[in-house]
């Protein structure tokens, strides 16, 4: 079906649950969402029954070039012209800025063609050249597109949906949509159930690392491993996808436990090269009332020497609150850090909060991606930094995506940030040359010296 020149392939797999990868025709990128408004409002969408919700982003790709041509002030200012031009093709979406070269573009349409074909208006008007002080540009676009139905539409999976079209459309050099439909999901589930074991034996798991950066004392204090599952048919799976479907096979042990080694092995690699940081890696509510996991766990990390942290969610402590608050000990014995994750996204019990022996609490995305725009995010934010402190234990602020979110968290004595502005997840490989980049730093560096031009990105 073709749509205003592109190839929208809403297929049967819309009806049947699985993620399909529309290939439309333009070269594209994509990123996460942020809250800095530049046209739109940015306003919540309601969920319209029938509808479907689409997630697009839009990035400058010769941003590099074009900043050498017209300085960084006007070249800064880019993005702006941008937004100005698709407020005029779409005055109804909403534009949310991602970047200096990155724009995010919501909307809602009756079907996904009707989206793509909005996309194709959109692709079509920013080919045209732009007058930028009297001179004619050309800006090289590329987009990258998620839908949903709005009934059954989940905020993270869509963002992670973004992400994952992101990943393909730089590799295809070509937009993609990525459909997340779910009307039978059960029997998508069932073959990725079947598929996970090979899946891990086989090494289609890999890792990626998102730094966190503490504020004051200005260097990575931390990162995050992140697992990421590249199967040789489907592409890249979200991990909202198969770690829930891990956790329903029985699976979840042996994936955490492939994970745990892996991170063990990185984490020695980057402390021989100088890099002695702690590595963190999620841990699985339904793990943490399974003795013979945390027996097990426990012995490798006694032996491994390596610098780990745990991140649990406080949800999951909260379903079998005395056996794992006795695992939580056991692992804090040994040395593990350990982090409460995704604090303030669930009912947050302070009940459970004082007894964890945990050093570090991180303050949901959610919040801190409203942090600029919203009157009462800062003030949550601002509480639960002065509780956890209260507690003795350091903050991270989740979701960094603009300078005015970094600069006021800083102010109200957040100890460590992570998000998009300072660092993407990276391959181990890009994750060593960052940090390898961070150790020429001169000591009158700030924390704004490790946010990247748009060219690390592209070579990571």
């Not at 306003?43 to 319209?48: I, S, T």
Request: hydrophobic share 45%; proline share 4%.
């Amino acid at each position: 079906m073709e749509a205003n020149g592109i190839t929208a392939k809403v297929d049967a797999r819309r009806t049947s649950g699985a993620c399909a990868r529309e290939a439309l025709d333009a070269p594209t990128t994509l990123r996460a969402p942020t809250s800095a408004s530049l046209a739109g409002g940015g306003k919540p969408v309601r969920p319209q029954s029938g509808y479907w919700r689409i997630l697009s982003q839009c990035e400058i790709l010769n941003f590099a070039t074009l900043r050498r041509h017209l300085g960084r002030p006007r070249a800064d200012a880019l993005i702006l012209d941008v937004a100005a031009r698709i407020a005029e093709v779409l005055p109804d979406v909403r534009i949310l800025t991602a970047g200096r070269a990155l724009i995010e573009i919501g909307f809602e349409r009756e079907a996904p063609e009707a989206g793509a074909a909005d996309i194709d208006r959109l692709r079509k008007a920013l080919a045209r050249s732009f007058d930028l002080d009297g001179e004619p540009y050309q800006l090289q676009m590329q987009f990258g597109v998620a839908v949903a139905p709005c009934e059954d539409c989940d905020d993270v999976r869509l963002t992670e949906a973004a992400e994952s079209a992101l990943d393909q459309a730089r590799s295809e050099k070509k937009v993609v949509m990525l459909d997340l439909s779910r009307a039978d999901l059960a029997f998508d589930r069932l073959t990725l159930m079947r598929e996970l074991p090979r899946a891990i034996a086989n090494g289609e798991m890999f890792l990626q690392y998102q730094p966190k950066v503490h504020v004051r004392r200005q260097e990575i204090a931390s990162a995050e491993a992140l697992v990421r599952w590249q199967h040789p048919q489907r592409g890249l799976i979200l991990p909202g996808d198969f770690i829930s479907v891990a956790e329903e096979a029985g699976e979840i042990g042996s994936l955490t436990m492939w994970t745990l080694r892996q991170v063990i092995a990185d984490q020695k690699r980057l402390a021989a090269e100088g890099h002695d940081i702690t590595l963190f890696l999620n841990i699985s509510g339904m793990l943490l009332a399974d003795a013979d996991f945390v027996k097990e766990a426990c012995a490798i990390v006694s032996t491994s020497g390596a610098k780990l942290g745990f991140e649990i969610t406080e949800t999951a402590v909260i379903r079998d609150p005395d056996s794992a608050i006795q695992h939580l000990q056991t692992f804090a014995d040994i040395g593990v850090q350990l982090a409460i994750d995704d604090y303030g996204a669930g009912l947050s019990s302070l009940a459970y909060l004082k007894r964890l022996p945990a050093s570090e609490l991180k303050i949901d995305k959610m919040f801190v991606m409203q942090l600029t725009s919203s009157n009462r995010d800062p003030l949550i934010v601002r509480s639960t930094i002065d509780l956890a402190h209260a507690l003795e234990m350091e903050v991270t602020a989740e979701g960094v995506e603009t300078p005015s979110a970094l600069a006021l968290l800083s102010v109200m004595g957040c100890d460590m940030v992570q998000g998009f502005l300072l660092s993407r997840p990276l391959g181990f490989d890009a994750f060593r040359k960052y940090l390898l980049d961070e150790a020429h730093l001169t000591s009158a560096a700030n924390v704004q010296s490790f946010i990247r031009p748009e060219s690390f990105w592209k070579r990571a």
